[in-house]
Each structure stands twice: as C-alpha cells, then as structure tokens.
C-alpha cells in the first residue's frame, strides 16, 4: 500500500464558497492535490512539484466547481448547500 504524506493545506474561495486543499506527496515522491466537492465527489490534481500543483489545483478548481453547479442546474437536480467545504 502506497503511503501519503500530507504537506500542505490552504483554502480557495470559489463562487462565495470555501474549499480547502490539501497536498500530498505519496511514497514514490508524486504530489498531488485533493479537494473535496461533495459526498463522494473530489478533485485530484498532480504536478511535479508542492507549488506546482498546488498552481495547477487553485487554477482547475472553479472549472470544477462550476461545471457541477451547470450540471446541476442542467439536470433540475438538488443545488450543494453553500458552506466550507473541508
């Protein structure tokens, strides 16, 4: 089982909602950023490095956030409670 180290945790405003990030680095030295939506619903970003895909994350993020909001609106489903997002 590959081990994953938590090295950082920040927190990104999207659309009056706060997300929080956190970045890992596994056993084999690849980092990668995770960042939770909803029940059962993340984003997973990877990069060479902590600040990189720390860049890359805080750049895909309200991609994600408002593709889900238009799937959403799209499909007359249930709207995500606005609240933090841990």
Same mark, same amino acid.
């Given at each position: ?5 938590? #090295?950082?945790? $920040?927190? #990104? ?11 890992? %680095?596994?056993?084999? *030295?690849?980092?990668? /950023?995770?960042? %939770? ?9 990877? &990069?060479? $490095? ?15 956030? &408002? ?8 499909? *007359? ?5 606005? /609240?933090?997002?841990?």
């Amino acid at each position: 089982m590959d081990e994953e180290m938590l #090295l950082h945790s $920040s927190e #990104l405003e999207v659309n009056g909602e706060v997300f929080s990030i956190n970045i890992f %680095c596994s056993a084999a *030295g690849r980092f990668f /950023a995770k960042t %939770c939506l909803g029940e059962d619903d993340f984003i997973i970003t990877d &990069g060479p $490095s902590l600040p990189e895909t720390l860049k890359r994350h805080e750049d895909l993020l309200p991609l994600a956030v &408002g593709t889900r909001e238009l799937t959403q609106s799209y499909f *007359g489903g249930p709207r995500r409670p606005r /609240a933090r997002r841990p």
